[in-house]
């Protein structure tokens, strides 16, 4: 078992990685192998030029030490069990080897260059071919794929008319008929709204994108607009006490509800599983991965994670 780093020509941490192969040589040939696998976003690997690496005994040092070492070097290429925030506790250090040169794992550096030029310029072409009127056309779908027993849960808001629950079905609608993700949804303005294109512009990845909106959404959305014409530079969501509404404040409109749907729905009602729920649908209307991609933001691996593990309705 080994903890193991990736450094980029000017040897910087670019990646911390675990592995419980025997030769850690395998582990790193794999970075550069598995190239078609790969999405847009996986091929910051062409930068990988050394490595080091340092053995641990169990599954625990294993696990703990990964953790670790990418909240203390901050890797810009790990994106999970990032933390952000100072490090409280310390662990002794590893020992780990001599930095070596991704040829002494066997990589033959020159080959998988050209490979990767001639791979990635296929997947852009591929992504640049993906139009608003593509995802438009699934978009507007959505309502009719998404499992009936999800109605009950904007009848109930509807019927049960408590404080500000235009607000709260419009939140909750976004994410079920969008998959936007919480912190996209918190950060939408009024001014992000065209309803005349039936679109909303959101912040990926400091990219800016324009999301078709499902005709479900329309009448609620207007009604939101009516209420608050005088918004129109101000945050689409804001909390009781008139700031914008932030992650945790978005919980709490979910939570009002979640004791009612999921007596009645077999399904915990978060934002996450509502996205989850959205790309679920998707699949089920698309084979389209790149398609689904460009919705939703996530690599094809996790795609057919959540197609194989999430819950149906």
Sequence with gaps: MYIYRLYNKDKEIIYIGRTKLERIELRIRTHFSNYKKYNLDSFWRKNIRYYDYAK???????????????????????????????????????????????EKAGVDLEYYLDIYSEWLGKLQSKSQAITFQDKKEIIQKVDQYLPKNINKLFQTIKTEQKTNWIRNSLAIKLISYTGLRTSELIDLDYKDIDLSKRALIFTRNNETHLMPINKELIPTLERHIQNNIESQNKPLFVSTRGNRMNHRSLQMVIAKY??????????????????????????TITDNFDLIKSICGIGKNRINEIKLNHKVL
């Design 56 to 102: 641990v005994n169990n599954n625990y040092e294993l696990a703990m030490y990964e953790i670790f070492y990418i909240n203390k070097y901050n890797p810009c290429n790990n994106k999970e069990n990032k933390f952000n925030c100072p490090l409280t506790v310390e662990l002794p250090e590893l020992s780990f080897s001599n930095t070596k040169h991704v």
């Design 258 to 283: 979640r004791s009612i749907i999921e007596d009645k729905l077999n399904f915990k009602l978060t934002a996450n599983n509502l996205r989850q729920l959205f790309i679920k649908t998707l699949l």
